[in-house]
């Protein structure tokens, strides 16, 4: 996806000292953790970028106390970059025994201009992904993959139109070869942005006096994601009705806060 000069900047600093920092104390207290690997769409945001918000940011709000949500998503971000950086062996350095991957590439696997980022859906998109589900299941965690949330795009006539091309359907085959779980955020998605509008889903993107992003949301807009994205982890068994609350209840925007940027 493009970026602003303020992601580009983002790009350049690790989540994985404050990820890795939060797991290992919830793991000293014998809790699981839910670890995320994935994109700016998912991604920890700081004060410098709000009010931009990650999915990642407000998925604890909908979980229970004692499951920690270590989100190692970062911006710019495809499935071959991230292990490209480490960022994946930094995940499986930490992840234990009991604990979930949450995968969710595919905004920046389809940027064939940078080869750096750049994967074909149905093979080495598939391959990379092989890759987060082979590390986590030998290490006792549980992979589970979840297609891209769609951007704001609709048609002359209001039709919500999909963005991410093969990805999606290259992630479903694989989670069935592969026996994942999978969350379909990217066909979740889109239908709620249909139901909402061309208007109205400008209200949960980041729409601002001075940027008309329709690719990473607002306050509102990842609320409302990470509901969809903790929904679909019960609906799909991989959590439990006491792994979750709130999946139907108001959540204030007051909630989401932007830490100061790791110096």
Same mark, same amino acid.
């Given at each position: 996806?493009? #970026?602003?000069?303020?992601?580009?900047?983002?790009?350049?600093?690790?989540?994985? &000292?404050?990820?890795?920092?939060?797991?290992?104390?919830?793991?000293?207290?014998?809790?699981?953790?839910?670890?995320?690997?994935?994109?700016?769409? +998912?991604?920890?945001?700081?004060?410098?970028? +709000?009010?931009?918000?990650?999915?990642?940011?407000?998925? &604890?709000?909908?979980?229970?106390?004692?499951?920690?949500?270590?989100?190692?998503?970062?911006?710019?971000?495809?499935?071959?970059?991230?292990?490209?950086?480490?960022?994946?062996?930094?995940?499986?350095?930490?992840?234990?025994?009991?604990?979930? #991957?949450?995968?969710?590439?595919?905004?920046?696997?389809?940027?064939?201009?940078?080869?750096?980022?750049?994967?074909?859906?149905?093979?080495?998109?598939?391959?990379?992904?092989?890759?987060?589900?082979?590390?986590?299941?030998?290490?006792?965690?549980?992979?589970?993959?979840?297609?891209?949330?769609?951007?704001?795009?609709?048609?002359?006539?209001?039709? +919500? #139109?999909?963005?991410?091309?093969?990805?999606?359907?290259?992630?479903?085959?694989?989670?069935?070869?592969?026996?994942?779980?999978?969350?379909? @955020?990217?066909?979740?998605?889109?239908?709620?942005?249909?139901?909402?509008?061309?208007?109205?889903?400008?209200?949960?993107?980041?729409?601002?006096?001075?940027?008309?992003?329709?690719?990473?949301?607002?306050?509102?807009?990842?609320?409302?994601?990470?509901?969809?994205?903790?929904?679909?982890?019960?609906?799909?068994?991989?959590?439990?009705?006491?792994?979750?609350?709130?999946?139907?209840?108001? @959540?204030?925007?007051?909630?989401?806060?932007? &830490?100061?940027?790791?110096?």
């Amino acid at each position: 996806m493009s #970026l602003s000069r303020r992601q580009v900047a983002a790009v350049g600093i690790s989540a994985v &000292p404050l990820a890795l920092a939060f797991s290992g104390s919830a793991h000293a207290r014998g809790r699981r953790a839910l670890y995320i690997a994935g994109d700016s769409t +998912a991604a920890q945001k700081y004060s410098d970028a +709000a009010p931009e918000t990650g999915w990642g940011m407000a998925l &604890p709000f909908f979980l229970r106390r004692d499951l920690a949500v270590a989100n190692h998503a970062v911006n710019g971000r495809s499935s071959k970059s991230f292990i490209d950086e480490g960022r994946l062996d930094a995940v499986l350095s930490a992840i234990r025994p009991g604990d979930f #991957l949450l995968i969710q590439f595919g905004h920046n696997d389809a940027k064939k201009e940078d080869p750096a980022r750049y994967t074909e859906p149905w093979t080495t998109y598939q391959d990379h992904l092989r890759r987060y589900v082979d590390g986590a299941r030998a290490r006792g965690a549980r992979p589970v993959l979840a297609t891209s949330v769609e951007r704001r795009r609709f048609d002359s006539a209001g039709k +919500a #139109l999909p963005t991410h091309g093969e990805y999606p359907a290259a992630m479903r085959a694989l989670a069935a070869e592969e026996g994942v779980a999978l969350l379909d @955020i990217q066909a979740l998605s889109i239908a709620r942005w249909q139901e909402l509008g061309v208007e109205e889903t400008k209200k949960y993107f980041n729409w601002t006096a001075t940027e008309q992003d329709n690719t990473h949301f607002n306050p509102p807009g990842a609320i409302e994601v990470a509901r969809l994205v903790a929904k679909e982890l019960l609906r799909t068994r991989v959590l439990g009705p006491r792994d979750v609350r709130r999946l139907d209840e108001r @959540i204030p925007e007051s909630w989401i806060t932007w &830490p100061q940027a790791a110096v």
